[in-house]
């Protein structure tokens, strides 16, 4: 069974720049979870996509946005880029109730912004 | 609010010592979720263990234990016998109701290293 995959690996952008990351969830999970793990402040809760809908977000500002497909998987936009907003993007998938499941991480994409 | 604190920012052995590592949460609810996940250098979060906030027994995977401990809030890890493929960053994380469960609150991970 394949696992979540994210793409791109490794992205660099200037600052001020859009950058689209990508996530594929594991057949028949139908949530979609992102994380931000910045050096020095750890993994961060980003947003909660399940069904298509968005369900939470954490403390980041509008500009971090994303959607979920009908096929479950998932896109993170992050639009006027700041140098701070480099970091390692981690994906997650689960059932909707990933509590009781457990949620299974793709290995990241590496955004770079300079 | 849901807190998780690792003390431990790096712990390093030598292969074949016992290692613990610690986790402490704060949470308010009594139904709550614990996770431990480890972090290799590729970069993937690896689950495990998952132990909700009812099941205070302790457990073994192998060469893995845990030690959940309500009365004094923390879900301690040991690896007995270590070895260098251990050699990882280890997360420890909380969910609960306050954010329906879905999001995981993470300590800031305790970078351990295992030499030959």
């Known amino acids: 069974e394949a696992g979540v995959t994210q793409s791109p690996t490794h992205l660099i952008k200037t600052r001020g720049q859009q950058a689209t990351l990508r996530c594929s969830p594991i057949?028949?999970?139908?949530?979609v979870y992102w994380y931000q793990q910045a050096l020095g402040l750890g993994l961060q809760f980003l947003l909660w996509?399940?069904?298509?809908?968005?369900?939470n977000r954490g403390n980041f500002p509008p500009r971090f946005s994303g959607r979920q497909f009908p096929n479950y998987s998932s896109e993170l936009n992050v639009n006027a880029l700041e140098l701070e907003d480099s970091a390692l993007y981690l994906c997650?998938?689960?059932?909707?109730?990933?509590?009781?499941?457990?949620?299974?991480f793709g290995s990241g994409t590496r955004l770079t912004v300079v | 609010a849901q807190k998780v604190t690792q003390a431990q920012t790096e712990i390093s052995v030598v292969e074949k010592e016992d290692v613990t590592l610690d986790c402490v949460y704060e949470?308010?609810?009594?139904?709550?979720?614990l996770f431990w996940y480890k972090q290799p250098p590729s970069g993937e979060l690896v689950f495990l263990i998952r132990?909700?906030?009812?099941?205070?027994q302790n457990e073994i995977s192998g060469r893995y234990s845990w030690n959940f401990q309500k009365s004094t809030s923390s879900f301690n890890f040991t690896i007995t016998a270590s070895q260098v493929v251990d050699s990882a960053v280890y997360f420890c994380?909380?969910?609960?109701?306050?954010?329906?469960?879905?999001?995981?609150?993470f300590g800031t991970g305790t970078r351990l290293l295992v030499s030959p």
């Open positions: 997650a998938s689960s059932f909707p109730d990933g509590w009781n499941y457990g949620y299974t």
């Open positions: 057949s028949g999970h139908t949530s």
């Open positions: 949470t308010r609810d009594t139904t709550y979720y």
């Open positions: 996509y399940d069904e298509g809908e968005e369900r």
């Open positions: 994380a909380l969910s609960d109701s306050n954010t329906g469960f879905q999001k995981l609150v």
């Open positions: 132990r909700n906030s009812f099941d205070e």
